[in-house]
C-alpha cells in the first residue's frame, strides 16, 4: 500500500514525490496560491499542503471536507509547527463537499450535536483520535497478557444466563428480518430452546476455559440493559476480563491483594508506554476540550495527576470496604445516599474516596457478601465480624469512579451451592450446573477481573463522558445508526 500521511511524516526523505488521498481539513485561500491541512485520519496531525499558482480552477471547489488525491514534492516547510510540506503539483477532487450543509463545521461543535451526527462525527480531531487510541490501547494491552502467557480466548455473545445476576440482561428473539412486530410464536421467543442474552460479562466463560488453559483474557462487547443514564453507563460496552489460577493459601485476601497488583501493573503497563501517555492522540483529547466544564488550570493538574499515577512505581493504596465505610462516616459530607456498612457504595461516595481521601487510583476490597454476585470468594470471619466479606476489590480512579472489578473466585462447591441459593439460584438447574461442574472436576483456586475499557480510554484521555469514548455509543433511548 502507498503510505500513509503518518508514514509520510515520520519518514525523513525531502524532495520525494508523493501521492494521497485525503480530506481537506481546513483551507486559505490567498490570490496566487492557498494553503491547505489533508488528513486521512493515519495521525492527529495533518499534512500542510501548498496549492501553488497554476493548478487552476479546481482549487476553487476545494472547501473544508472535500476528498481530493493530491501529487506534489515533500519540502522542508519553512513555516514553525511542522518541518515538513507538500507542494502540490496535481490535484483531483474526489468529492466536494457543500460549505452550507455539511454538518462538522469548523467552530467549536457540542458532544451533543456530535451525537446527533455520529456517522460524520469521526472527522472531528478529538473522535478519531479516540478510534486510534482506542486500538493502540488494545494492541498494548494484547502485547502485556502474551508477555504474561495468557491465552486470548473468544467467548460467546449469546449466552443462557445473566452472569451477573443484576438484571440487566437483553433478551433476545428471533423475528424475520423484515418484521419489527414483537415475537408471536414459541419457536421466534425461543430459538435456542430456552431464553437467551446478549451476554453481561465474559467470566463465566473465561472461567470454563481457565480450567484448562489456567490462563486466559479477553477483550470484547458486553450489553447492559441500563436504564439509568449517565456519564459512565452504556448499553453496548467493551469489557477487558481476565481468570487465571493461583497458589492455595489459608487466607483469600492474600490473593486478593495479589490479584490488585497485578491488575495495577496491566494498567501501569500499558499507559505508562509513552507511546500512550505522551503521544499525539492523548495530547489532542486532553487539549480538545472546548466544552468541557473543566478549567484549562485543573485540566492540567488532572493530566499530571494521571501520568504520576502510572509511572510512579508507589503502589495504588488499598483499603478494605468496612475502612471505605469509616472513613466515609467520619467525613462532614453532605451525601444524597446515606451511608450504612452493607449497602453499596455510591458514586458519590466512591468519588469522594479517590478524588478527595487519596487524591489517585483507589482499591477498596471485601465488600459484604450481600452486595456482591455469587461467585465471589467469601472470607473466613475475621476477629469481631459478623457479616461475611468476600475477596475482592473495586479500582476506584478520579472522575471516572469505577475502572474495574475482580475477585477470587468461590472454588469450594458446597459453599458456591449455598452462595447461588442465597442469591435465588439453583445449580441443579441446567444453565448454572456446568458452572458447578468446573469446581466437582479437578477444580482450583482461581481469580479474574473485568475492566471497563471506554473508562480506561475515558481516564487516559481525559474524556469526560464514555459516549464519548466509543465510535457509536449506545444507551437507554438513543441508537442512531
Ligand atoms: O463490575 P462489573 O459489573 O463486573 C463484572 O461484570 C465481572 N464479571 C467482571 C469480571 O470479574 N470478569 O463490570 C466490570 C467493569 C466495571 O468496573 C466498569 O468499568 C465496566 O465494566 N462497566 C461498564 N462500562 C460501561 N458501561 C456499562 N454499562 C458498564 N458496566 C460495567
Ligand atoms: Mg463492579
Same mark, same amino acid.
Given at each position: 500500500?502507498?503510505?500513509?500521511?503518518?508514514?509520510i511524516?515520520?519518514?525523513?526523505?525531502? $524532495?520525494?514525490t508523493?501521492?494521497? =488521498?485525503?480530506?481537506?481539513?481546513? !483551507?486559505?485561500k490567498?490570490?496566487?496560491?492557498?494553503?491547505?491541512?489533508?488528513?486521512?485520519?493515519?495521525?492527529?496531525v495533518?499534512?500542510?499542503?501548498?496549492?501553488? @499558482?497554476?493548478?487552476?480552477e479546481?482549487?476553487?471547489?476545494i472547501?473544508? #471536507?472535500?476528498?481530493?488525491?493530491?501529487? #506534489?514534492?515533500?519540502?522542508k516547510?519553512?513555516g514553525? #509547527?511542522q &518541518?515538513?510540506e507538500?507542494?502540490?503539483?496535481?490535484v483531483?477532487?474526489?468529492?466536494?463537499?457543500p460549505? @452550507?450543509?455539511?454538518? *462538522?463545521?469548523?467552530?467549536?461543535?457540542?458532544?451533543?450535536?456530535?451525537?446527533?451526527?455520529?456517522?460524520?462525527?469521526?472527522?472531528?480531531?478529538?473522535?478519531?483520535? %479516540?478510534?486510534?487510541?482506542?486500538?493502540l490501547?488494545?494492541r498494548?494491552? &494484547?502485547?502485556?497478557?502474551e508477555?504474561? @502467557?495468557?491465552?486470548?480466548?473468544?467467548?460467546?455473545?449469546?449466552?443462557?444466563?445473566?452472569?451477573?445476576?443484576?438484571g440487566?440482561?437483553?433478551?433476545?428473539?428471533? *423475528?424475520?428480518p423484515?418484521?419489527?412486530?414483537?415475537?408471536? =410464536?414459541?419457536?421466534?421467543?425461543?430459538?435456542?430452546?430456552?431464553?437467551?442474552?446478549?451476554?453481561?460479562?465474559?467470566?463465566?466463560?473465561?472461567?470454563?476455559?481457565?480450567?484448562?488453559?489456567?490462563?486466559?483474557?479477553?477483550?470484547?462487547?458486553?450489553?447492559?440493559?441500563?436504564?439509568?443514564?449517565?456519564?459512565?453507563?452504556?448499553?453496548?460496552?467493551?469489557?477487558?476480563?481476565?481468570?487465571? $489460577?493461583?497458589?492455595?493459601?489459608h487466607?483469600?485476601?492474600?490473593?486478593?491483594?495479589?490479584?490488585?497488583?497485578?491488575v495495577?501493573?496491566?494498567?501501569?503497563?500499558?499507559?505508562?508506554?509513552p507511546? !500512550?501517555?505522551? $503521544?499525539?492522540?492523548?495530547?489532542?483529547?486532553?487539549?480538545?476540550?472546548?466544552?468541557?466544564?473543566?478549567?484549562?488550570?485543573?485540566?492540567? !493538574?488532572?493530566?499530571?495527576?494521571?501520568?504520576?499515577?502510572?509511572?510512579?512505581?508507589?503502589?495504588?493504596?488499598?483499603m478494605?470496604?468496612?475502612?471505605? *465505610?469509616?472513613?466515609?462516616l467520619?467525613?462532614?459530607?453532605?451525601?444524597?445516599?446515606? *451511608?450504612?456498612?452493607?449497602?453499596?457504595?455510591?458514586?458519590?461516595?466512591?468519588?469522594w474516596?479517590?478524588e478527595t481521601?487519596?487524591?489517585?487510583?483507589?482499591?477498596?476490597? &471485601?465488600?459484604?457478601?450481600v452486595?456482591?454476585?455469587?461467585? %465471589?470468594?467469601?472470607?473466613?470471619?475475621?476477629?469481631?465480624?459478623?457479616?461475611v466479606?468476600?475477596?475482592?476489590?473495586?479500582l476506584?480512579?478520579?472522575?471516572?469512579?469505577?475502572?474495574?472489578?475482580?475477585?477470587?473466585?468461590?472454588?469450594?462447591?458446597?459453599?458456591?451451592?449455598a452462595?447461588?441459593?442465597?442469591?435465588?439460584?439453583? %445449580?441443579?438447574?441446567?444453565?448454572?450446573?456446568?458452572?458447578?461442574?468446573?469446581?466437582?472436576f479437578?477444580?482450583?483456586?482461581?481469580?479474574?477481573? $473485568?475492566?471497563?475499557?471506554?473508562?480506561?480510554?475515558?481516564?487516559v484521555?481525559?474524556?469526560?463522558n464514555?459516549?464519548?469514548?466509543?465510535? %457509536?455509543?449506545?444507551?437507554?433511548?438513543?441508537?442512531?445508526?
Amino acid at each position: 500500500l502507498p503510505p500513509t500521511i503518518r508514514q509520510i511524516l515520520s519518514s525523513p526523505e525531502v $524532495g520525494e514525490t508523493v501521492a494521497v =488521498t485525503g480530506w481537506v481539513k481546513s !483551507i486559505r485561500k490567498q490570490k496566487r496560491i492557498a494553503f491547505g491541512v489533508l488528513s486521512d485520519g493515519s495521525s492527529a496531525v495533518g499534512l500542510q499542503a501548498v496549492f501553488l @499558482d497554476g493548478l487552476g480552477e479546481r482549487v476553487k471547489e476545494i472547501t473544508n #471536507g472535500t476528498s481530493v488525491r493530491v501529487r #506534489g514534492s515533500i519540502v522542508k516547510s519553512p513555516g514553525a #509547527g511542522q &518541518d515538513k510540506e507538500l507542494h502540490v503539483e496535481e490535484v483531483e477532487i474526489l468529492g466536494t463537499c457543500p460549505p @452550507d450543509t455539511y454538518p *462538522i463545521q469548523k467552530q467549536a461543535l457540542t458532544p451533543e450535536y456530535l451525537r446527533d451526527n455520529t456517522h460524520l462525527r469521526a472527522r472531528t480531531d478529538a473522535i478519531s483520535a %479516540m478510534v486510534r487510541l482506542r486500538g493502540l490501547l488494545m494492541r498494548k494491552l &494484547d502485547r502485556y497478557f502474551e508477555h504474561q @502467557d495468557f491465552a486470548y480466548a473468544h467467548t460467546p455473545v449469546l449466552t443462557s444466563g445473566d452472569a451477573e445476576g443484576g438484571g440487566e440482561a437483553f433478551r433476545i428473539a428471533s *423475528i424475520p428480518p423484515s418484521s419489527e412486530r414483537p415475537p408471536e =410464536t414459541e419457536e421466534e421467543r425461543e430459538f435456542f430452546a430456552r431464553p437467551a442474552y446478549l451476554t453481561v460479562s465474559h467470566q463465566l466463560h473465561l472461567e470454563a476455559l481457565s480450567t484448562a488453559l489456567t490462563r486466559v483474557y479477553t477483550l470484547s462487547p458486553c450489553f447492559r440493559a441500563e436504564r439509568g443514564v449517565t456519564r459512565r453507563h452504556l448499553a453496548e460496552f467493551w469489557m477487558l476480563e481476565a481468570e487465571w $489460577g493461583v497458589a492455595p493459601t489459608h487466607d483469600p485476601r492474600t490473593q486478593t491483594a495479589a490479584l490488585c497488583d497485578f491488575v495495577e501493573g496491566v494498567v501501569k503497563g500499558v499507559v505508562s508506554d509513552p507511546a !500512550i501517555i505522551y $503521544g499525539q492522540d492523548v495530547e489532542v483529547l486532553w487539549r480538545h476540550r472546548e466544552h468541557d466544564s473543566v478549567p484549562e488550570a485543573e485540566r492540567q !493538574i488532572r493530566r499530571e495527576a494521571l501520568a504520576s499515577a502510572v509511572t510512579s512505581d508507589a503502589p495504588w493504596p488499598k483499603m478494605t470496604y468496612s475502612e471505605a *465505610i469509616r472513613e466515609l462516616l467520619k467525613s462532614d459530607q453532605k451525601w444524597t445516599f446515606p *451511608i450504612r456498612w452493607g449497602s453499596a457504595l455510591q458514586s458519590e461516595h466512591e468519588k469522594w474516596l479517590c478524588e478527595t481521601l487519596v487524591g489517585g487510583p483507589l482499591f477498596v476490597t &471485601d465488600y459484604p457478601a450481600v452486595i456482591k454476585p455469587f461467585y %465471589m470468594r467469601a472470607n473466613p470471619l475475621a476477629a469481631g465480624e459478623e457479616e461475611v466479606t468476600v475477596s475482592c476489590f473495586d479500582l476506584l480512579m478520579p472522575y471516572v469512579g469505577e475502572l474495574a472489578g475482580g475477585s477470587v473466585r468461590e472454588e469450594r462447591l458446597d459453599v458456591l451451592k449455598a452462595s447461588m441459593e442465597s442469591k435465588g439460584m439453583n %445449580m441443579d438447574e441446567e444453565r448454572y450446573g456446568w458452572y458447578g461442574d468446573l469446581r466437582r472436576f479437578g477444580g482450583a483456586p482461581h481469580v479474574g477481573f $473485568g475492566l471497563g475499557f471506554e473508562r480506561l480510554v475515558g481516564w487516559v484521555g481525559g474524556i469526560e463522558n464514555v459516549r464519548e469514548c466509543v465510535p %457509536m455509543p449506545r444507551w437507554a433511548g438513543r441508537m442512531v445508526l
